[in-house]
């Protein structure tokens, strides 16, 4: 089945900077992408989401690629402000199969 | 709020004891999956429903684990016998659509502690 796995742990960034968090899949048919945001005791908050048929897609500050030859795809958050600080999520999905697999989670801290 | 409801938000329990937890989800989405996450973790799929139908059960954690969504709107997971172990969040999600490859919504969560 498809592992997902998610890197770095923990990230700590000045306010201001740029935050980039990396995610790796296994499964080359995995073709859906979210992103999600969840801050202490609350519930997980889809941000973006990507699918294989494009390379990138931004949001704002937040933007999401996607190599699929390389089966990685990455978050970026420019201009990182105090309240981007959470626990971020990535995760894989394909249309065909049952569930959602999730990374262990990066905590970003943006130090004011 | 027309969001994932979830409820209770947090169970206390002795060990041993049944629990119940329900989920409602958005009103027009007929995907309803529900999650475990520990501390530190990402979410742990354990099951999904196609409006009343369970089409994946086999990632439940136990055969003391069982969820039901009988009329396709609403959905419950009970834990039988619970163990130290059950402690957790439990979450629920739900999504348009027939695929898996559709955004999640997620709820939140019901916190289990076993005493």
């Known amino acids: 089945g498809e592992n997902v796995e998610q890197h770095p742990s923990t990230l700590s960034v000045q306010e201001g900077d740029s935050a980039v968090i990396k995610c790796t899949y296994s499964?080359?048919?995995?073709?859906?992408f979210p992103w999600y945001k969840q801050e202490l005791g609350k519930r997980p908050q889809l941000i973006i989401d990507?699918?294989?048929?494009?390379g990138e897609k931004k949001d704002q500050r937040i933007a999401v690629t996607l190599n699929k030859t390389a089966k990685h795809f990455s978050l970026h958050i420019t201009e990182t402000q105090p309240e981007d600080s959470a626990v971020y999520f990535c995760?894989?999905?394909?249309?065909?199969?049952?569930?959602?697999?999730f990374g262990a989670g990066t905590r970003l801290t943006v130090k004011p | 709020d027309t969001g994932v409801s979830q409820d209770p938000r947090h169970k206390i329990t002795k060990r041993g004891q049944n629990v119940t937890f329900r989920c409602d989800p958005i009103s027009e989405h007929n995907r309803l999956y529900w999650y475990r996450q520990t501390l530190g973790q990402g979410p742990e799929f354990l099951t999904y429903f196609q409006n009343e139908a369970q089409l994946e059960k086999s990632r439940l954690l136990s055969d003391r684990f069982s969820a039901e969504r009988p009329k396709g709107s609403f959905s419950t997971l009970e834990i039988q016998r619970t163990e130290q172990g059950d402690s957790a969040m439990y979450l629920c999600?739900?999504?348009?659509?027939?695929?898996?490859?559709?955004?999640?919504?997620f709820g939140d969560g019901t916190r289990l502690s076993i005493l």
């Open positions: 499964d080359s048919a995995s073709n859906y």
């Open positions: 990507i699918r294989s048929n494009v």
């Open positions: 999600a739900s999504s348009r659509g027939t695929g898996s490859n559709q955004p999640q919504h």
């Open positions: 995760a894989a999905s394909m249309h065909n199969n049952n569930d959602m697999r």
